[in-house]
């Protein structure tokens, strides 16, 4: 996004704040705009980002070898890694669920032992819902200077340089 932003901002660094401000809130609206209109478009439960890395690790889980702990707790085997999931904190050794709130692949791998939908495990940020919820708000201009209703006591402060 740094990068983005610096790159965009190249022909507008030499000029005055206010109009520096505007080529910024003009972007950044563009862009709310532009990925408000993809998350509508969503057609399934989750991010197409987050669809696409679960793919992979079903196909990597497959044929891991699953027990049962407890009624929550799983030992899965496979891999260069060992893992012990907690379906009911989604929580694993691993870590990767933990952090990324998003099932690893040894959650993964317990899913169809412990009879449980993959989807349930994810957090709902990774849902359509939210990432239309991110994008639900409109970044609108602000208004010309001669249109701002400014209160006269702010108008008669004298601010002083330091």
């Not at 692949?105 to 819902?129: D, G, R």
Request: charged letters at 20%; a negative charge.
């Amino acid at each position: 996004m740094v990068e983005s932003l610096n790159s965009m901002l190249v022909n507008a660094r030499d000029f005055p704040y206010v109009a520096l401000l505007d080529v910024i809130q003009e972007k950044m609206s563009k862009w709310g705009n532009d990925r408000r209109i993809v998350a509508m478009a969503i057609t399934t439960p989750f991010t197409p980002s987050w669809e696409s890395e679960l793919r992979p690790r079903f196909a990597q889980s497959n044929g891991w070898h699953t027990s049962q702990l407890n009624p929550v707790t799983y030992c899965v085997k496979g891999g260069e890694l060992e893992g012990v999931v907690d379906i009911f904190n989604k929580m694993c050794t691993c870590k990767e669920f933990d952090i990324d709130k998003l099932p690893c692949v040894h959650a993964v791998a317990t899913t169809h032992h412990a009879q449980v939908s993959v989807y349930s495990l994810v957090s709902p940020y990774y849902t359509k819902e939210y990432y239309v919820l991110a994008y639900s708000e409109t970044i609108y201009p602000v208004e010309s200077q001669s249109q701002w209703d400014i209160p006269n006591e702010i108008v008669a402060r004298i601010v002083l340089p330091r």
